[in-house]
Structures are given as structure tokens and as C-alpha cells.
């Protein structure tokens, strides 16, 4: 005779182990909601990455952007800067010229005024010697 264990099992045993499977049963709906739970998480928290992270390279290539036109606009000044030094210094260099050539001409005009000066101071002295105290004689002594 042949007794099955089920058969010997008291009502109170068989009540616990109901208890015990429903807790079980429990505890697996638990966990696969907190599974599904975790997985929904997990690709929200993905999606937000992913999200951030498209917004961040957006936020680099305005950034690039930003940085190419600024360096451009430097660029440009600094072109700009050169051909007005540039330019600067060609009128220097034409002013320089034109302050030596009148410089040039002041000598030469000073040197022809000696000339003339000399010439007429002659021209003078040989009037006031032929008008003067009589006829060249014991005139006006010259002055050099």
C-alpha cells in the first residue's frame, strides 16, 4: 500500500503551503513589474541621453560656428589694419621725401640768395663809392 505524500498532508500544512505559493506568485508579479519597470526606466533614461546629447552638439557646432566668424571678423581687421599701417607708412615715406626735396631747395635758394647777396651788396658798395665821398675815392669801407 502505497501512501502519497499529498495524502498525508494535514489541512493546516496544505493551508501554509498555499500561503507560501501565493507568496511566490507575489513576489514573481513584483518582480516582473519592477523589471518592467527598471526596462521602461532604463530607456527613458537612454532616450534622455540621447537627447542631451544631440542638444550638447548642437550647442558645439553653434559654438564652432561662433568661433569661425569671430576669427574671420579678427582676421579681417587685422587685414584691414595692415594696409592702413600700410598706407600710413607710404605717406610717411612720401612725406620724408617731400621734407628732404624742400630741404634741397631751401639750401640751394639759401646758396643762390649768398650769391645775390653778395652781388648786391657789391652792386651797393660800388654805387655809394662812385656817388659817394668823391668818385671812388675815401668812400665807405667795405664790410666783409
Do not use: C
Request: without cysteine; aromatic residues 6%.
Amino acid at each position: 500500500m502505497q501512501v502519497g505524500i499529498i495524502r498525508l498532508v494535514t489541512p493546516e500544512a496544505e493551508r501554509e503551503y498555499a500561503e507560501i505559493r501565493e507568496l511566490l506568485r507575489q513576489s514573481a508579479k513584483r518582480q516582473a513589474a519592477f523589471e518592467a519597470w527598471s526596462t521602461e526606466s532604463f530607456k527613458r533614461a537612454n532616450e534622455r541621453m540621447d537627447r542631451a546629447e544631440k542638444r550638447a552638439e548642437l550647442y558645439e557646432k553653434r559654438q564652432k560656428k561662433r568661433w569661425e566668424q569671430a576669427d574671420r571678423r579678427w582676421k579681417e581687421a587685422w587685414e584691414e589694419a595692415d594696409q592702413r599701417m600700410a598706407k600710413s607708412e607710404k605717406q610717411l615715406q612720401a612725406t620724408r621725401k617731400l621734407v628732404e626735396a624742400g630741404m634741397k631747395m631751401v639750401m640751394r635758394i639759401t646758396t643762390r640768395l649768398d650769391k645775390v647777396a653778395k652781388t648786391q651788396d657789391a652792386f651797393l658798395r660800388s654805387l655809394r663809392n662812385g656817388h659817394n665821398a668823391g668818385n671812388g675815392r675815401n668812400g665807405a669801407k667795405r664790410r666783409t
